[in-house]
């Protein structure tokens, strides 16, 4: 139990599809974020929440759509997604301020497979 | 940008063997934190270092931050296959707050 749960575990999606992946941590941490994990890259951060209001985009396509509806939950949207978009998707969350470089707690992941 | 180099990217070894993994960040760190993520699971925070020449130690792992603060290593002395995973180092530094992940360094031991 690592108090960030990510849901679903696994999701195989068509490039026109729409779905959108969950997080919920249950630390009462502040920030929250979002990594894309791909077999042949480092982690890429993608979105960046602090106290609910998105700090950092890091230059991710319009078709990934964050939302942060409260400090506990992360949402991601997805549409219109391609086959380069396959990757395990992570979210995290850390304690304080991100200025704080707080250690990152992260969940298991979404594994997202683009047909 | 801030980039983290980090080597080998994989490494076998003989349980019993040592392992040292490594990251050289191409600017000053203000500290840089340990991950370990094992096969088909998620990264788990395992140390941070902030002092330049930092020394910590964690039962068989040692962690080192350079006098610099620009280089930082893991070695891990006496594998087990419990050891078995990719080991991440991440860094904050420039000022920001974001981290920058290494690529990781995938352990892999042999019975």
């Known amino acids: 139990e690592t108090g960030v749960t990510q849901t679903p575990r696994h999701l195989v999606m068509g490039m026109t599809n729409k779905k959108s992946l969950k997080c919920e941590q249950h630390l009462g941490h502040n920030a929250m974020y979002w990594y894309k994990q791909s077999a042949k890259k480092p982690l890429e951060l993608m979105f960046v929440y602090n106290f609910k209001e998105q700090t950092e985009n890091n230059s991710v396509p319009s078709r990934f759509s964050p939302e942060c509806p409260n400090s506990s939950h992360l949402f991601l949207h997805l549409h219109t997604l391609q086959p380069e978009d396959s990757a395990l998707y992570l979210c995290?969350?850390?304690?304080?301020?991100?200025?704080?470089?707080?250690?990152?707690?992260f969940g298991d992941g979404t594994r997202l497979s683009i047909l | 940008g801030q980039q983290v180099m980090q080597i080998p990217q994989y490494q076998h070894v003989q349980e019993g063997e040592d392992f040292t993994t490594y990251c050289n960040s191409s600017?000053?760190?203000?500290?840089i934190q340990w991950y370990k993520q094992r096969p088909g699971g998620h990264p788990v925070f395992l140390i941070q270092l902030v002092k330049s020449g930092e020394v910590k130690k964690q039962k068989r792992l040692t962690f080192q931050f350079g006098e610099a603060k620009k280089n930082s290593s893991l070695h891990i002395t006496a594998t087990q296959t419990t050891d078995v995973g990719t080991y991440f180092c991440?860094?904050?530094?420039?000022?920001?707050?974001?981290?920058?992940f290494g690529r990781g360094t995938s352990l892999i031991v042999h019975p």
């Open positions: 995290a969350s850390s304690q304080d301020s991100i200025a704080a470089n707080q250690p990152q707690h």
């Open positions: 600017t000053t760190l203000s500290n």
């Open positions: 991440a860094g904050h530094g420039g000022g920001s707050y974001i981290p920058t």
